[in-house]
């Protein structure tokens, strides 16, 4: 019996100019169209497409969008083919396009972010970042960890990419944004209070609960510096350069300072200045002299303790001199030297936007290592306020991956913070000029009390809906809903666990 797929919406239908129109149709009386490419027939109305995702219907007839769009060809075995009658053991060179009308429910939307050693990545970028295979819709994924749902560190061995076209479920625990996935795709998940196990997502129901893994293990406690440095490069320099080793130390040839450590050791002093650039850090280069690199650490004039704080800091850690410039009513602790400015830019990012807690944080269960990391980005973008459900800590940044990687260093030590989008204008007016606004990402933890002095950042965290046990944080769902979604969709293959986390949580 044929299949009868509900056709989806489309915002423009295409021109002429993106397509031909299709063979294998027939109109119906209601209006709509049978597409009888497939055996699914779908009825497909005005500005509709089909499962596929490229047939649709405009102007009263079915058009092929991808006509003439070869997206790859290469010689199969004949048996992998539907022909495969017609000449077995021989092979047979293969064409094709975008769309596809098979229910890959196992995937997720772009968008979603995977925790991986570089930090929370989008799912989409990990598949571009892949290695071409035969097959478009598959790459080969190197170097490249995630922390699964056991809560250790495996490597992807996989990244696929799929169009899709069908029902898409939104589920919402308290505290987290959620996923967006296909109604197939396993998650782990406590179902009526039972234990964890994995269920596809089209099996939750409102009360259940989703597991955040705690992670596990034992974690390295130094910065390769040196093959940091020898990753990148310095902005605009045209002239030869390399790296010069003496005596444990790297630099720059083009750089008259000490340079640093060829190998780092992690402590709570080097985490609390990760954490103070996460917040208030920023690097520069000098347009004519790229050479002269420098990091930025930007606080109020009237912050003279965090000020002096971030300078014994700077030269305790990495022996570097530091200067003060004021601007308006802000003052900038500034550290020149270009191995250091790219050693701050590789680990954290070098805008506001791009802005992430670096791996080596998110590996460590050294709780004086996260709780320095922690008190130098709080002392920069923490705040304290009271509300009527009681005192809250929180921060907010522009940088999505930014809130979810400080949200993950709570959770490893053991506090379930909340964490959400708040919308704003588009466009704002700061002192006549009007500039761009994104939305702001908001961490939010609950405290029965806290301190955000500069020698001592120290909270207690409130009791919340959370489960808690050796292996997971079990966060009840408080939505599930269902929507129409046409586009790509992704996944990952993981070594031994199969399983990543998205948004946080663990799903396989």
């Known amino acids: 019996m044929p299949i009868e797929e509900e056709a989806l919406d489309i915002r423009e239908p295409p ?6 129109v299709a063979e294998l149709w027939k109109p119906t009386e209601s209006g709509r169209i049978v597409c009888t490419a497939c055996a699914r027939y779908c009825k497909i109305g005005e500005g509709q497409v089909g499962l596929c995702g490229v047939r649709g219907v405009h102007d009263g007839k079915l058009w092929l969008y991808v006509y003439g769009k070869v997206i790859t060809g290469h010689v199969d075995p004949i048996e992998k083919k539907p022909v495969m009658h017609y000449r077995p053991g021989s ?11 098979w229910l890959c429910r196992y995937c997720f939307l772009p968008g979603t972010l995977v925790l991986t050693e570089n930090g929370h990545e989008p799912i989409e970028a990990i598949f571009a970042a892949g290695r071409d295979t035969r097959n478009p819709d598959v790459r080969l994924v190197e170097n490249r960890r995630v922390l699964t749902h056991r809560g250790r560190w495996r490597g992807i061995e996989k990244a696929f990419q799929h169009l899709y076209a069908g029902t898409v479920l939104r589920v ?44 596990r293990g034992i974690t390295r406690g130094t910065i390769d510096v040196e093959s940091l440095l020898r990753r990148r490069e310095i902005p605009g320099y045209r002239r030869p350069h390399r790296l010069e080793i003496d005596g444990g130390s790297v630099r720059w040839s083009s750089e008259r300072g000490p340079g640093l450590p060829t190998r780092l050791r992690l402590t709570d002093n080097v985490a609390r200045l990760l954490g103070y650039y996460c917040a208030e850090g920023s690097v520069s280069w000098h347009r004519r002299r790229p050479n002269t690199g420098a990091v930025w650490f930007s606080f109020g004039s009237r912050e003279e303790d965090r000020i002096r704080d971030v300078e014994h800091r700077l030269h305790s ?8 410039t004021r601007q308006g009513n802000r003052v900038a602790v500034v550290a020149s030297s270009a191995s250091l400015a790219t050693f701050f830019q590789h680990l954290c990012g070098d805008s506001s936007a791009t802005k992430r807690v670096p791996g080596v944080i998110l590996q460590s269960t050294d709780r004086s290592v996260l709780r320095g990391f ?9 705040y304290l306020t009271l509300t009527r459900s009681g005192l809250i800590l929180g921060s907010s940044s522009v940088s999505t991956v930014l809130t979810h990687g400080v949200a993950q260093v709570f959770l490893t030590l053991g506090d ?30 609950s405290v029965e009390e806290a301190s955000l002095a500069p020698d001592q950042v120290t909270w207690k965290a409130a009791k919340v809906r959370v489960i808690r ?40």
């Open 317 to 324: 850690a990495f022996g570097v001199r530091t200067r003060r």
């Open 172 to 215: 919402r625990p308290y505290y987290l944004p959620g996923f967006e996935c296909t109604p197939n795709h396993g998650v782990y998940a406590s179902i009526g209070g039972g234990p964890v196990r994995k269920v596809r997502a089209e099996e939750l129901k409102i009360g259940d609960f989703l597991a955040i893994p705690r992670p």
């Open 416 to 445: 379930v913070p909340k964490v959400y989008r708040a919308a704003n204008p588009p466009e704002d007016v700061i002192e006549g000029r009007t500039v761009a606004r994104s939305d702001d990402i908001m961490l939010r933890l």
């Open 15 to 20: 021109g002429r100019a993106m397509g031909k």
């Open 91 to 101: 092979k047979i060179f293969s064409i094709a396009t975008t769309g596809c009308s």
């Open 469 to 508: 046990t050796r292996e997971y944080f079990l966060v009840p769902i408080r939505s599930i809903e269902e929507k129409e979604y046409v586009g790509p969709v992704y996944n990952l293959e993981v070594e031994e666990d199969h399983s990543y986390t998205a948004n946080l949580l663990a799903v396989a």
């Open 374 to 382: 922690l008190a130098g980005y709080l002392n920069g973008d923490g």
